[in-house]
């Protein structure tokens, strides 16, 4: 791949962006793992977890600049997750093939507390404009100003006000006791 | 000091030295702020979840489309397919004789067109937008066509700047105003800047869209021959309203 999307547009969760670098390295990766005796739709999921902690390094700022390039940090996640997979499947592998667990710094996924899952329940329950501009602040890191612009909002100070009405609903539909 | 500034450059990794003080103040002090800093925590690792399940899928769906598997078939006859091949080939003909007038040029349109993307001003989300130029490519780049069109008129109104022009186009072919979009095309063909050559196949495209098949085959010819913007592209168009 000529050009990898820069740091700053995975942040913004870009889910094309995220899509190039998908298909960019995918037949090179299961060409690497094609080495090892395990199965093509093994190769596949474990490419796809890749992937999502990928996303979810950068999306939660674990990761904030890649050291080489997004490639190596990629199959960096990849080479490991495919270790355990042999490892557990109790299969030889070339250790010199793989990198120590250090050199990536996190390849473990969070799991959501029973109080996240909750959340998430009642979040899918609040309306579309509460759910579009909760998710264009905190998630993809729209500003006050640009979230105004992009949600069609008549001022800065209207979308304040959303914003709070909306966290303030979430709260509300969540045991209150939760959160103070 | 704004708590949604503080907040968003927290969820960002963007906090000054300063603004992580103020920031452990107000959790230190302010039960209510602490407490609402958690939901939002909460809900910013809620949003990545979704956020993976959303990328999951859409993986799974490429996987689906590009690679499926062919499906077999259970009796594969000469005969079959000699039979299904002279359906088609007469039916081609058929149609080619009577319906060649109606290719669905909006089809051939929809196809093609995809709004060529700002590469003026590209917007850093979460950055900042401080002039009205960036608030127009802002716009523009968050399909607000309407709105980044009103903009492009007054920075070109103030600018001259031709690129304005093209985008304008592309804004009006977007939200399907084809006839606004041939005269700004045509007006930027004037000005020979760097983006002339993609302005020549966007107006190939928006006379397609006008049923103009004549002007527009004549400019796709001219693409096609060239080395230049979508050449490939042109001709295999050019076969298609063939």
Not at chain 1, 16 to 44: C, N, P
Not at chain 2, 68 to 78: C, I, N
């Amino acid at each position: 791949m000529k050009n990898e999307p820069s740091i700053t547009t995975l942040r913004t969760g870009d889910p094309v962006a995220y899509q190039v670098i998908y298909e960019g390295y995918r037949d090179a990766f299961i060409g690497f793992a094609s080495k090892y005796d395990i199965q093509q739709d093994t190769i596949l999921d474990v490419y796809q977890e890749s992937m999502l902690a990928l996303y979810e390094n950068v999306m939660s700022g674990k990761v904030k600049d890649f050291s080489s390039s997004i490639k190596t940090y990629l199959f960096g996640i990849g080479k490991l997750k495919l270790y355990e997979q042999l490892r557990a499947q109790k299969k030889m592998v070339l250790v010199d093939d793989f990198p120590e667990q250090g050199e990536i710094e996190e390849i473990e996924t969070m799991e959501l507390t029973s109080q996240q899952k909750a959340l998430k329940k009642h979040f899918q329950n609040l309306g579309d404009r509460c759910r579009n501009i909760l998710e264009l602040f905190y998630l993809n890191g729209l500003r006050i100003k640009e979230i105004m612009i992009a949600a069609n909002y008549e001022n800065e100070n209207t979308v304040k006000a959303q914003k709070s009405r909306c966290l303030k609903q979430l709260k509300t539909m969540m045991n209150p006791q939760n959160y103070g | 000091m704004d708590r949604d500034i503080l907040i968003h450059n927290y969820f960002h990794q963007k906090l000054s030295d300063e603004e992580q003080v103020a920031l452990n103040e107000l959790l230190e002090n302010d039960p209510e702020f602490k407490a609402t800093f958690e939901l939002e925590k909460d809900l910013n690792t809620v949003l990545i979840d979704t956020g993976k399940e959303h990328l999951k899928q859409q993986f799974v769906d490429f996987e689906n489309q590009e690679y499926e598997p062919q499906s077999e078939t259970s009796f594969p006859s000469f005969l079959k397919y000699a039979i299904a091949a002279c359906v088609i080939i007469g039916l081609s003909v058929f149609a080619s004789k009577y319906f060649i007038d109606t290719t669905n040029t909006d089809d051939l349109f929809a196809e093609n067109f995809a709004a060529y993307r700002n590469i003026v001003l590209p917007i850093e989300r979460g950055e900042g937008i401080d002039t009205p130029q960036e608030e127009a490519f802002f716009k523009y780049e968050m399909k607000e066509y309407t709105a980044a069109i009103k903009g492009f008129e007054a920075e070109f109104e103030k600018t001259k700047e031709p690129y304005y022009l093209f985008y304008m186009a592309n804004a009006y072919l977007a939200l399907n105003e084809t006839k606004q979009a041939i005269s700004l095309l045509e007006k930027h063909q004037n000005f020979k800047d760097d983006f002339y050559e993609k302005s020549r196949w966007y107006l190939a495209l928006a006379y397609l869209k006008e049923k103009n098949k004549e002007k527009s085959v004549m400019l796709l010819e001219e693409i096609s021959t060239g080395d230049g913007y979508n050449n490939k592209e042109a001709g295999t168009l050019l076969n298609a309203i063939r």
